[in-house]
């Protein structure tokens, strides 16, 4: 069965950097389209960014565009997001998702993606 589970979250002071990481397990990603997303207290998860995992392709919400970057490393089944430049309003619950059966891209919604990740806090002190 499909595990991801993701890795890297922290308290960094803002405009400070961190990598997260999703490492998969129990599948075949070739096919996937891997995100992430994030979720503050009290506000609905929302979009970050997504990562065709055959071809690298990516897409980014505009609040991230120029300061994370999303990539994969095919051989370790291992995607990540190295954000810098980080902002008090990026704190959050990050969470990897899978999306084993693309049928939009770029897949920017929820329930565009099958398997989730447990989370990882995020916290960006002013």
Do not use: H
């Amino acid at each position: 069965q499909v595990q991801l589970v993701e890795s890297g979250g922290g308290l960094v002071q803002a405009g400070g950097s961190l990598r997260l990481s999703c490492a998969a397990s129990g599948g075949t990603f070739s096919n996937y389209i891997m995100g992430w997303f994030r979720q503050a207290p009290g506000k609905e998860r929302e979009f970050v960014a997504t990562v065709t995992w055959t071809l690298g392709s990516t897409y980014y919400a505009e609040s991230v565009k120029g300061r994370f970057t999303i990539s994969r490393d095919n051989a370790k089944n291992t995607v990540y997001l190295q954000m810098n430049s980080l902002k008090p309003e990026d704190t959050a619950v990050y969470y990897c998702a899978g999306d084993k059966t693309p049928s939009r891209w770029p897949a920017l919604r929820v329930d565009d993606y099958d398997y989730w990740g447990q989370g990882t806090q995020v916290t960006v002190s002013s």
